[in-house]
Structure formats: structure tokens, C-alpha cells
């Protein structure tokens, strides 16, 4: 029997996510070559640096433009954790990837178009969007224009002090593409949920042909949700 799919990310999110990973790697291989020359391929520093400061520029941009489509279609909400029970489902969300996928066990949380974060996905992308790409934007403006501000940056340190939180940020952003990338791998089949991100759509289990009410996130998306069978 053929299983039904749900259409989970419509075309606007799924372009602004292919965007801003590609972005964010960039960065972090110009930022490496910048660290270390040899990577480089043979560059020039100089020329390293400005296309660092540049793919900054962009990404910064590109992701204010996400935030604006998230607050205005309300597709925010879902990086907001619910404060019921919420200590009780990362629990048992951590304890599936700990042990549970390791016996098959089926996942404690459903994905639909509304609800595609769990407990511990909505807690990351937090500190991520919240603390994390605010710090790695300050302190690379505070470094591109350190002359222009030079009391705030003498204030937090100096260039040193700022390169180095800079650059910590940096390996905490490689540290969850790695996990990010792993975990992609967690899904029915290994490929499920970079197919998902691909195409939008996802096996939800149930018969192929059963009806599901459309979301207002996946209205926004799509007024028009379709089931591939």
C-alpha cells in the first residue's frame, strides 16, 4: 500500500534553507582559509577577506529576509517551545536519538507543516538565531569596521579578544552543520529527510488517499497543498 505524503515545506522555505546553508558554509571555508592560507588555493589574503566580509554581508541580509517571511505568514510560532511539558518531551526526544532509533522505535513527536521542530530542534535553533548569529554578526562588523568603531571594540577587548569569540562561534556553527547533517540521516530511510527538504513533501505513515485538514502555515506556503501519492 502506498503511503500518503504531506506536503511539510513549501518552496519559499525550502529555497531560503538551501540558501542559507550554502551561504554558511562558504563563510565557514572562506574563514578557514583566512585562518589558515593554505587553504586558499592560492588567493590572495586581501582577496579572502573580502569575499568573507561579502558572503557576511549577504547572509546577514538573507537572513532578516527569513525573519520577515517567518513573522509575517506566523510560520515563527513553530520555533517557539511549548511551555507545557516541554522539559518532558525533550526528554524523551533525546532519549530516542540516545537510544530508541537504535531499536526502531517510532519518534515520541509527529511532524506536520505546523509542528516540525521538537523540543530540542526549537531549543537549538533559539540559541542559534537568538544568541549565536547575533554574536558572529557583531563581532565580524565590530572587526570590518573596527576603525570606525574603535571604542567599542578597545571596550570589548580589542581585535584579539574579538577574532577569538569570532572565530569560537564559528567552530560552534561547524559543530551543528556536522549534527545538523547527521541527523538528516535519522529519518524513515536515510535520505527521507533530505528528500523532504527537496521536495517539500514527507511519508506521514497513514494510507495513501487519507485526509488531513490544511495548516495556516502550509496555507501560507501553499493554498494548494498536494498529496504526491
Known amino acids: 500500500m502506498q503511503a500518503n505524503r504531506r506536503q511539510i515545506y513549501c518552496i519559499h522555505e525550502r529555497i531560503w534553507h538551501w540558501l542559507q546553508a550554502a551561504g554558511i558554509g562558504a563563510l565557514l571555508l572562506s574563514g578557514a582559509?583566512?585562518?589558515?592560507?593554505?587553504?586558499?588555493?592560492?588567493?590572495?589574503?586581501?582577496?579572502?577577506?573580502?569575499?568573507?566580509?561579502?558572503?557576511?554581508?549577504?547572509?546577514?541580509?538573507?537572513?532578516?529576509?527569513?525573519?520577515?517571511?517567518?513573522?509575517?505568514?506566523?510560520?515563527i510560532r513553530q520555533f517557539f517551545p511549548d511551555p507545557d511539558h516541554f522539559f518532558a518531551r525533550a526528554a524523551r526526544v533525546a532519549d530516542y536519538y540516545l537510544r530508541g532509533m537504535f531499536r526502531a522505535d517510532p519518534h515520541p513527536e509527529q511532524r506536520d507543516p505546523d509542528r516540525r521542530l521538537n523540543p530540542l530542534q526549537q531549543a537549538t535553533y533559539l540559541a542559534i538565531l537568538n544568541v549565536l548569529l547575533p554574536l558572529q554578526i557583531g563581532t565580524g562588523l565590530l572587526m570590518f569596521s573596527g576603525q570606525t568603531w574603535s571604542g567599542a571594540?578597545?571596550?570589548?577587548?580589542?581585535?584579539?579578544?574579538?577574532a577569538a569569540v569570532h572565530t569560537l562561534g564559528a567552530w560552534l556553527f561547524a559543530a551543528f552543520l556536522v549534527m545538523h547533517v547527521y541527523l538528516t540521516t535519522t529519518g524513515p530511510t536515510p535520505l527521507a529527510y533530505l528528500k523532504a527538504m527537496v521536495l517539500g513533501s514527507l511519508d506521514d505513515g497513514s494510507p495513501a488517499g487519507?485526509?488531513?485538514p490544511q495548516t495556516p502555515c502550509a496555507a501560507a506556503c501553499d493554498s494548494h497543498a498536494q498529496r504526491v501519492p
Open 33 to 75: 582559509a583566512i585562518h589558515w592560507p593554505a587553504l586558499s588555493a592560492g588567493l590572495p589574503f586581501a582577496w579572502m577577506i573580502v569575499v568573507h566580509n561579502a558572503l557576511g554581508i549577504l547572509l546577514s541580509v538573507h537572513a532578516f529576509l527569513g525573519l520577515f517571511y517567518y513573522a509575517t505568514t506566523g510560520a
Open 153 to 162: 571594540v578597545d571596550w570589548l577587548g580589542g581585535l584579539p579578544v574579538l
Open 210 to 212: 487519507g485526509n488531513h
